[in-house]
């Protein structure tokens, strides 16, 4: 996961930065961090922690500048240590590099191994330190950020999603399958680039388009301009951003997630009607799916279970008695509208399956007469290396087992998943155009062990686009 913007403004960035993060926080909660610059100098502040914690209004004055980047860290490689908390800064011959990402690279260990070779030292146990350490090795000798950018296109293999912070300039850039999402949009005084469109929303902006896979953007007070680096004869989009890991109300590729989402539920009932009192979501993930569900079921829609949003960051759990408490913390049963009732319970997904067994059990404890569960995705039964926290097969309640074994498991009276097809029909993008490795299994980039899906990638020799004209025209028109 892990959430990434960048932003130039010419009235200041440190404040927008901060409102684009906290819009972002879903996307990691482990650690947060900006850097801004101004002048000669590199200012930054990050620490582990939510937004709200890492940041307040003096260290945010203390940032200083009207360029700057930002992130919060959902850890899938490296250890969860102030060391990898980003952004990441590098210091070379008159030039500061700071550096953001999203995404995971499954060849981290080879490129490390070779730098390390080379001479370089790392401090971290991240792949966002390989990342850098190409673009600083390149800046090096050509000073060209598009030259740096192509060659981590080309040594790079995984998923990708860049801000990167060059003395006064934001560059972004976006791996040629486009697996992890990026966006651009206008803003008062200048331009933002993040992972998702609420992030532009909650600094009054105009969401422009997604940041095209496989190219680079480059922004300034002068302005945005882009370079096509690659093009892949493919998308590979991750299907889990539209599944839970992007806000309902983000806008991802042309389709708000919201819609994909309650259309998923509409389809999760045509693959198996079934008569019920009532459709309850478990929040809040589960909420778009069921109200599709009810709205084509013409089944009520009622809250049976209520999330308390002040619960703590992280629990320590070491008993199995403990852990069933923390689910009953975070989520309490509305017992009035379950008791002797028929609930189709809606999620999102099922991982490793004891959330959904507790939840059921509990929906039972308060009184349920059935409970039929309706999964808004097709059983997981592989692991992730491309940027989701996702567990071995081992671990994976749907890998080797089928649907009747899961449900019993869980104890639901019935259990649906949404058919792949339709998914994909409701993502609207063509299957080819999606990764789909942990639910079939076959991955968009070679993997050792797995199987993977061929994919072509070209590196075209500059296409450049600019907005510079349409930007120096409001500037003037707003002087």
């Known amino acids: 996961m892990c959430g990434i913007v960048g932003v130039v403004d010419a009235g200041g960035v440190s404040f927008p930065l901060y409102y684009a993060l906290y819009a972002l926080q879903h996307r990691g909660q482990e650690s947060a961090g900006i850097s801004t610059f101004e002048g000669t100098t590199l200012y ?24 700057g980047i930002g992130h919060v860290r959902y850890p899938t490689t490296g250890s969860k240590v102030p060391e990898n908390v980003q952004p990441f800064n590098f210091r070379y011959q008159g030039l500061d590099l700071s550096i953001a990402h999203n995404g995971n690279l499954v060849n981290t260990a080879e490129l490390r191994e070779e730098y390390e070779r080379r001479g370089q030292i790392f401090s971290t146990t991240t792949d966002t330190e390989i990342i850098g350490s190409i673009i600083a090795d ?31 300039t934001v560059y972004a850039f976006r791996d040629p399958l486009g697996i992890k999402p990026l966006c651009i949009g206008r803003i008062d005084q200048g331009y933002i680039v993040a992972s998702e469109s609420v992030a532009i929303d909650a600094l009054d902006g105009t969401l422009l388009r997604d940041v ?20 892949a004869d493919r998308r590979a989009y991750c299907i889990f951003e539209y599944i839970y890991f992007a ?105 490793r399956g004891t959330t959904s067994r507790r939840i059921v059990n509990m929906i039972r404890d308060a009184g349920a007469e059935e409970i039929h569960l309706r999964v808004g995705s097709p059983p997981i039964i592989a692991p992730c290396y491309l940027g989701v926290d996702m567990p071995t097969r081992a671990e994976l309640i749907a890998s080797g087992s089928d649907v009747e074994a899961v449900r019993e498991s869980i104890g ?30 076959c991955y968009p980039v070679e993997i050792h062990g797995e199987r993977s899906c061929h994919c072509v990638v070209d590196y075209v020799a500059g296409t450049h686009q600019s907005d510079l004209s349409a930007f120096k025209a409001e500037k003037k028109r707003t002087a």
């Open 212 to 231: 095209r896979p496989g190219e680079l953007l480059c922004i300034d007070e002068d302005g945005l301009s882009s370079v096509q680096i690659a093009t």
């Open 44 to 67: 930054t502040h990050k620490a582990q922690g939510l937004v709200a914690e890492v940041f307040n209004s003096q260290t945010l004055q203390r940032l200083r500048g009207n360029t």
């Open 247 to 351: 806000r309902a109300d983000s806008v991802m590729d042309g389709k708000l997630v919201y819609d994909v989402r309650r259309q998923i539920g509409q389809k999760l009932y045509d693959a198996s009607p079934i008569e019920a009192d009532t459709v309850c979501p478990v929040p809040d993930s589960g909420i778009a799916y069921a109200a599709g569900y009810a709205e084509r079921s013409c089944t009520p829609f009622v809250e049976g279970l209520m999330k308390n949003r002040y619960m703590g960051r992280t629990f320590i759990m070491p008993t199995q008695k403990q852990r069933e408490r923390a689910v009953r913390i975070k989520l309490n049963t509305v017992r009035g509208n379950l008791k002797d009732k028929r609930v189709i319970l809606v999620d999102d997904s099922i991982v």
């Open 138 to 168: 390149a800046l090096r000798t050509s000073k060209s950020m598009e030259d740096a950018v192509r060659l981590c296109m080309r040594r790079l293999r995984g998923s990708y999603a860049v801000v990167a912070l060059v003395n006064g």
């Open 412 to 441: 639901a009276n019935s259990l649906t998943y949404i058919p792949l097809d339709d998914l994909v029909e409701a993502i609207g993008c063509g299957e080819r155009n999606l990764c789909t490795g942990c639910l079939t299994g």
